[in-house]
């Protein structure tokens, strides 16, 4: 039985393998670098057993658990070539636990003496990069049809389009489960000035022609955003 450790860094792409304590010899197809544990991953039990001579491994992989999960994918399919690979996972740093620690400099970052780094827009941004909504913008000039693809992507009239400008108001149209449309209404400054349990035609209609209305934050069903 041979004696495998393999350290694989997600964030950097770096590798790491012994055997039986010893480095890897320099022709060896395990030699990886700037490779994803999955290009090579599903190779390892054929390049161990042709390079170890034996069919008796023991893996212990130092990772993630999403990696780990596909080495034990493919320790399980060796099984019915005779490879037996027994497993050991030394977990590592999961995306949540990065994900806290660029939050922490963030944190950090806004009480530290940099004015440029602390204004809305940059706050805004580094929020939408950390949650998990994924903004699509539609841009087009006036009448291109924008609000009519809007439309045939929701599978409903909401949004008026016409032979004139009639939706120049920002609107935010954000999926969830719900079966209708519902609507809060912003102000220039962001203040809540409207709100709007079943969002119809009619009422986009006026919204989008009183000068007062600045933003509109829908939320309903896009009936192809499943996730
Ligand atoms: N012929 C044709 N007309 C379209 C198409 N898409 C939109 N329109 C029409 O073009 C006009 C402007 O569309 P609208 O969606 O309001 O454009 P928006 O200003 O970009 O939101 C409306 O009269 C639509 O019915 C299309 O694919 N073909
Ligand atoms: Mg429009």
């Known amino acids: 039985m041979k004696r495998v450790f393999i350290k694989y860094n997600p964030y950097q792409v770096t590798t790491e393998i012994t055997i039986d304590d010893k480095p890897l010899k320099k022709n060896s197809r395990l030699n990886v670098p700037d490779q994803r544990l999955q290009e090579w991953v599903d190779n390892l039990p054929d390049i161990l057993f042709e390079e170890c001579s034996t069919k008796d491994f023991e893996i212990t992989f130092h990772g993630t658990v999403l ?5 034990a994918a493919v ?19 999961e995306v949540k636990d990065k994900e806290q620690a660029i939050a922490d400099i963030f944190a950090e970052i806004q009480n530290g003496p940099f004015e440029e780094l602390k204004q ?4 805004r941004a580094f929020e939408m ?3 998990s909504d994924f903004e699509v913008n539609v841009v087009a000039t006036m009448s ?9 992507l929701l599978g ?21 489960d719900s079966d209708h449309f519902a609507a809060k209404v912003y102000d220039k ?7 709007h349990p079943e969002l119809t035609y009619e009422i986009m209609d006026r919204l989008n022609a009183n000068p007062a209305v600045s933003k509109i934050r829908a939320e309903g069903n896009i009936p192809f955003v499943t996730s």
């Open 67 to 71: 990696d780990f999960e596909d080495v």
């Open 189 to 195: 400054s962001g203040k809540l000035i409207e709100t």
């Open 129 to 131: 990069a950390k949650s």
């Open 75 to 93: 320790a399980e399919e060796a099984k019915a070539k005779g490879i037996n690979i027994t497993l050991k996972h030394i977990p590592a740093k």
């Open 120 to 123: 809305p827009d940059v706050i």
């Open 156 to 176: 409903q009239r909401l949004m008026p389009a016409k032979q004139e400008a009639c939706t120049a108001t920002i609107t935010e149209i954000k999926d969830n």
């Open 144 to 152: 291109a049809g924008k609000s009519t693809l809007i439309n045939s």
